[in-house]
């Protein structure tokens, strides 16, 4: 029920057939302007660049003419494509799934699962802001662990337990652990 602020992020395809191919493939994402997304920047040289080549930004901090990575169809490989436009928009709800991998790919393009958290002042301060989302990824390293070895029914069963007697969302807010405890919750989800 939150309101929040989002950016709208438009890519479309570095290299395509005609036109129409690129008006097929234009894809819109809708993120807080926290939240992480891999890209690269453009120049004449890297057009064909691979995810490997990848750096974190906040989605606040991409530009027009970064290169993002999307698919047109599910199940179709990742490509680079270019930002072309950045809107600020105003929408109620908010939802940060956390997946194994640490990415995962929303209305067609990739993104990080992580956003804002106690460690960003930290590494901001040290010109260090691309690692933030491996290092939220290794911190909750465990929590991964908890779910393979527990499976879905059994953690599932026992966040619920926790929420029920905890209150876990209160719980996080008022105790300072809120996205560690929130992150047993959030990765009920199906997971990549």
């Known amino acids: 029920t939150a309101m929040a602020t989002f950016l709208e992020i438009t890519v479309e395809p570095v290299v395509a057939k005609s036109t129409s191919d690129v008006a097929a493939a234009t894809r819109t994402l809708r993120l807080t302007p926290m939240h992480f997304l891999p890209s690269a920047t453009a120049t004449a040289n890297n057009v064909s660049i691979n995810h490997i080549d990848a750096l974190y930004k906040r989605s606040q901090d991409i530009k027009i ?5 999307a698919a047109k169809e599910q199940q179709e490989p990742l490509s680079p494509c270019l930002v072309k436009e950045i809107s ?9 799934p956390l997946t194994m991998s640490g990415t995962i790919v929303v209305d067609g393009v990739v993104a ?8 960003d002042p930290f590494l901001d301060a040290m010109g260090l802001t691309h690692w933030l989302p491996s290092t939220y ?9 908890l779910y393979r070895i527990m499976g879905d029914h059994t953690y599932i069963a026992t966040y619920k337990w926790l929420d029920d007697h905890l209150d876990i ?3 996080g807010t008022n105790y300072g652990a809120h996205v560690s405890m929130a992150t047993l919750g959030a990765t009920t989800i199906p997971l990549l």
């Not at 990824?137 to 662990?145: A, E, K, N």
């Open 65 to 69: 003419g970064d290169i993002v990575w």
């Open 88 to 96: 600020v928009t105003r929408s109620q709800g908010l939802y940060n």
């Open 112 to 119: 990080s699962v992580h956003s804002e958290w106690f460690l």
């Open 137 to 145: 990824q290794i911190l909750l390293s465990p929590v991964r662990m």
């Open 169 to 171: 969302p209160t719980f």
